[in-house]
């Protein structure tokens, strides 16, 4: 119970962590770069957009930007010239404020837009801090308009105008547009807004409905990076005719500063590597709203509270979990969350936060495979330290691999089959030896009964004196514990004809076992005190294999009825009947002898 609650409120502390960091804004800038990654994929152009470059070219044919207005006039007139090779709508991203050094250029401009009549030019507000006072109320608006700059009268009668305002991320990277800004009592929409309007009027067609953003900010889908609109086609072309008129028949054509001198260079979404210049940005989004595709981001609440579900959902799952399992979690989380997003946006215009989710389960994958790591090196030193001088290699390996759901360490009721084994005649040779030699018989009994019990897989409980008790059966589920452990004392029977030959010939003096083996309940666990425990087992089932043993003659094997019934046919036994009586036995204990074991 108390471990639930603990991954529980583990849960809930690193679900609340996560989402306060995304709330506060914190993740913005690395979940903009991969949501860019995701959602940006840029195509080829149609070719119904042409970019003018006012760029080096005609920079060196002209002279230093800005010039005369009379040099953009010319490149209108000369768009214009041929009505039946005229462009659909001539785009200027050039601010024509206030009255020129020349009347003649300015009435020349406006002459040419006004005989076009399918020219735009621009405009652009001037954002600020301003304290604003509303009845008895005043607050202090951080985006005012501080400023407008339209074009000069005569021009603003000639031509329709558009805002060339772009509004940075926090990175630096322009995600979002502007349609509008309202300024005074008038509201004036972007110059790519009014640009796609009049081609569409120009072509017939109803323009897709404006973006639904009641604060007139939306999010763009790039068409395509920079480059993709301009063809080499400079200012100085159209001065001086060069280009043929057919080439911008029914077109949209963008006048604007495309040299990296004139800094109108920015840093999009679409391209994180190389900067696009404005009039590339107006050209993307006059394609964003010919595709009519406008992407919404998805509440920022219902965001919150799924990562914060998905995140104690995660570590719940994570926390004690084996490594494949969570990989394929981790993996099936994070891929399945940026597929969703993928999805979403496609499907239904839909923008998600992508690296939220993704970035939280990894961290959360990462730190519980680190602490599962730390909890299962700690739990294998606890196995090893509890099993490793008295269980065979094979039973170890798999407790190390189970861990601590393999042992319920404090006690735990199993059927065991248990073993006891004592030297015959070993108290009297004791006496007739010096204490090396003492020793020595004895380390080689127990290397004996030790090797007997390891190679049937049971597990060495103690040695007491010159006894050696095993059993089988626990810590660890085996098949046919019974037969295991009559293996073994077969097998030190065997062993102590051997070793009493050998110390025959080098004491003048032997030994021989007898042995007890009995199945049945018993309590196994860590037993003891908290300063001295020993992982043993006790019952009445133990009790009866050592009074088995007690009375059984060197070079014998006394089994109980249990125990024969368990090995059946495989076995050749003699029942003593109740010849013997053991200690706390009621008249009926049947005793049997084993005597082979196939």
Same mark, same amino acid.
């Given at each position: 119970?108390?471990?639930?609650?603990?991954?529980?409120?583990?849960?809930?502390?690193?679900?609340?962590?996560?989402?306060?960091?995304?709330?506060?804004?914190?993740?913005?800038?690395?979940?903009?770069?991969?949501?860019?990654?995701?959602?940006?994929?840029?195509?080829?152009?149609?070719?119904?957009?042409?970019?003018?470059?006012?760029?080096?070219?005609?920079?060196?044919?002209?002279?230093?930007?800005?010039?005369?207005?009379?040099?953009?006039?010319?490149?209108?007139?000369?768009?214009?010239?041929? =009505?039946?090779?005229? =462009? /659909?709508?001539?785009?200027?991203?050039?601010?024509?404020?206030? #009255?020129?050094?020349?009347? #003649?250029?300015? *009435?020349?401009?406006? &002459?040419?837009?006004?005989?076009?009549?399918?020219?735009?030019? /621009?405009?652009?507000?001037?954002?600020?801090?301003?304290l604003v006072h509303e009845g008895e109320n005043f607050y202090m608006?951080?985006?005012?308009?501080?400023?407008?700059?339209?074009?000069? +009268?005569?021009?603003?009668?000639?031509?329709?105008?558009?805002?060339?305002?772009?509004?940075?991320?926090?990175?630096?990277?322009?995600?979002?547009?502007?349609?509008?800004?309202?300024?005074?009592?008038?509201?004036?929409?972007?110059?790519?807004?009014?640009?796609?309007?009049?081609?569409?009027?120009?072509?017939?067609?109803? =323009?897709?409905?404006?973006? &639904?953003?009641?604060?007139?900010?939306?999010?763009?889908?790039?068409?395509?990076?920079?480059? /993709?609109?301009?063809?080499?086609?400079?200012?100085?072309?159209?001065?001086?005719?060069?280009?043929?008129?057919?080439?911008?028949?029914?077109?949209?054509?963008?006048?604007?500063?495309?040299?990296?001198?004139? &800094?109108?260079?920015?840093?999009?979404?679409?391209?994180?590597?190389?900067?696009?210049?404005?009039?590339?940005?107006?050209a993307n989004l006059i394609d964003f709203y010919r595709k009519g595709?406008?992407?919404?981001?998805?509440?920022?609440?219902?965001?919150?509270?799924?990562?914060?579900?998905?995140?104690?959902?995660?570590?719940?799952?994570?926390?004690?979990?084996?490594?494949?399992?969570?990989?394929?979690?981790?993996?099936?989380?994070?891929?399945?969350?940026?597929? %969703?997003?993928?999805? $979403?946006?496609?499907? %239904?215009?839909?923008?998600?936060?992508?690296?939220?989710?993704?970035?939280?389960?990894?961290?959360?994958?990462?730190?519980?495979?680190?602490?599962?790591?730390?909890?299962?090196?700690?739990?294998?030193?606890?196995?090893?330290?509890?099993?490793?001088?008295?269980?065979?290699?094979?039973?170890?390996?798999?407790?190390?691999?189970?861990?601590?759901?393999?042992?319920?360490?404090?006690?735990?009721?199993?059927?065991?089959?248990?073993?006891?084994? +004592?030297?015959?005649?070993?108290?009297?040779?004791?006496?007739?030896?010096?204490?090396?030699?003492?020793?020595?018989?004895?380390?080689?009994?127990?290397? %004996?009964?030790?090797?007997?019990?390891?190679?049937?897989?049971?597990?060495?409980?103690?040695?007491?004196?010159?006894?050696?008790?095993?059993?089988?059966?626990?810590?660890? =589920?085996?098949?046919?514990?019974?037969?295991?452990?009559?293996?073994?004392?077969?097998?030190?029977?065997?062993?102590?004809?051997?070793?009493?030959?050998?110390?025959?010939?080098?004491?003048?003096?032997?030994?021989?076992?007898?042995?007890?083996?009995?199945?049945?309940?018993?309590?196994?666990?860590?037993?003891?005190?908290?300063?001295?425990?020993?992982?043993? *087992?006790?019952?009445?089932?133990?009790?009866?294999?050592?009074?088995? #043993?007690?009375?059984?003659?060197?070079?014998?094997?006394?089994?109980?009825?249990?125990?024969?019934?368990? %090995?059946?046919?495989?076995?050749k036994v003699t029942s003593l009947g109740s010849t013997i009586k053991?200690?706390?036995?009621? #008249?009926?204990?049947?005793?049997?002898? $084993?005597?082979?074991?196939?």
């Amino acid at each position: 119970m108390k471990k639930t609650l603990f991954i529980i409120l583990a849960a809930l502390l690193a679900a609340a962590a996560f989402t306060v960091l995304a709330a506060l804004g914190v993740l913005y800038v690395p979940d903009s770069t991969v949501s860019d990654w995701l959602y940006q994929w840029p195509t080829d152009t149609d070719g119904q957009i042409m970019v003018v470059g006012i760029d080096q070219r005609s920079i060196e044919a002209l002279g230093p930007f800005p010039w005369g207005r009379d040099v953009i006039a010319k490149a209108i007139d000369y768009l214009n010239s041929d =009505p039946e090779n005229a =462009p /659909a709508v001539i785009g200027i991203d050039v601010l024509f404020v206030g #009255e020129g050094s020349s009347p #003649e250029a300015d *009435a020349y401009l406006a &002459q040419v837009c006004e005989k076009g009549k399918n020219v735009v030019v /621009a405009s652009s507000a001037t954002f600020g801090s301003a304290l604003v006072h509303e009845g008895e109320n005043f607050y202090m608006d951080e985006q005012a308009v501080l400023a407008w700059d339209a074009p000069f +009268d005569e021009l603003a009668r000639a031509a329709d105008t558009g805002h060339i305002n772009a509004m940075s991320d926090n990175d630096g990277f322009i995600r979002y547009g502007l349609l509008f800004i309202d300024h005074g009592e008038e509201r004036t929409y972007s110059l790519s807004r009014v640009i796609y309007e009049k081609y569409c009027r120009y072509k017939g067609v109803e =323009p897709n409905p404006l973006p &639904q953003d009641t604060d007139g900010f939306f999010y763009i889908d790039y068409t395509t990076r920079g480059g /993709a609109y301009y063809e080499d086609i400079s200012v100085i072309d159209l001065v001086e005719g060069t280009v043929p008129r057919d080439a911008f028949a029914g077109k949209i054509v963008l006048i604007a500063p495309y040299a990296a001198g004139l &800094q109108d260079e920015y840093r999009t979404s679409v391209d994180h590597a190389a900067p696009m210049y404005g009039i590339e940005i107006q050209a993307n989004l006059i394609d964003f709203y010919r595709k009519g595709f406008y992407p919404q981001a998805a509440g920022n609440l219902i965001q919150l509270i799924v990562l914060f579900l998905i995140t104690a959902g995660a570590l719940v799952f994570f926390y004690d979990r084996k490594i494949l399992p969570s990989v394929i979690a981790w993996l099936a989380v994070s891929l399945g969350w940026i597929a %969703l997003c993928k999805v $979403l946006y496609e499907g %239904l215009g839909v923008v998600l936060h992508v690296l939220w989710v993704p970035l939280a389960v990894t961290v959360l994958f990462v730190v519980t495979v680190a602490a599962n790591y730390v909890k299962a090196a700690r739990e294998k030193r606890k196995v090893t330290g509890t099993f490793g001088r008295y269980v065979d290699p094979a039973i170890m390996k798999e407790l190390l691999e189970k861990g601590s759901s393999a042992m319920e360490l404090g006690g735990k009721m199993y059927d065991i089959a248990v073993l006891f084994v +004592d030297i015959r005649g070993f108290t009297t040779m004791s006496e007739a030896l010096d204490p090396p030699t003492v020793v020595e018989i004895i380390n080689m009994y127990l290397t %004996l009964t030790t090797e007997c019990i390891m190679r049937y897989h049971g597990t060495l409980d103690k040695f007491v004196g010159d006894c050696t008790m095993a059993f089988w059966n626990a810590p660890l =589920p085996q098949e046919d514990p019974v037969y295991l452990a009559c293996k073994a004392a077969m097998d030190m029977v065997e062993g102590s004809k051997a070793l009493g030959e050998k110390l025959m010939e080098r004491f003048g003096r032997t030994v021989s076992f007898g042995i007890g083996v009995n199945f049945g309940p018993a309590v196994v666990g860590n037993i003891g005190a908290p300063q001295r425990m020993d992982y043993t *087992a006790i019952g009445d089932t133990v009790n009866t294999s050592a009074r088995l #043993e007690a009375n059984a003659p060197g070079g014998k094997i006394l089994i109980s009825r249990a125990v024969a019934d368990a %090995l059946g046919d495989r076995a050749k036994v003699t029942s003593l009947g109740s010849t013997i009586k053991l200690k706390g036995k009621a #008249e009926g204990f049947e005793i049997l002898t $084993l005597d082979s074991l196939s």
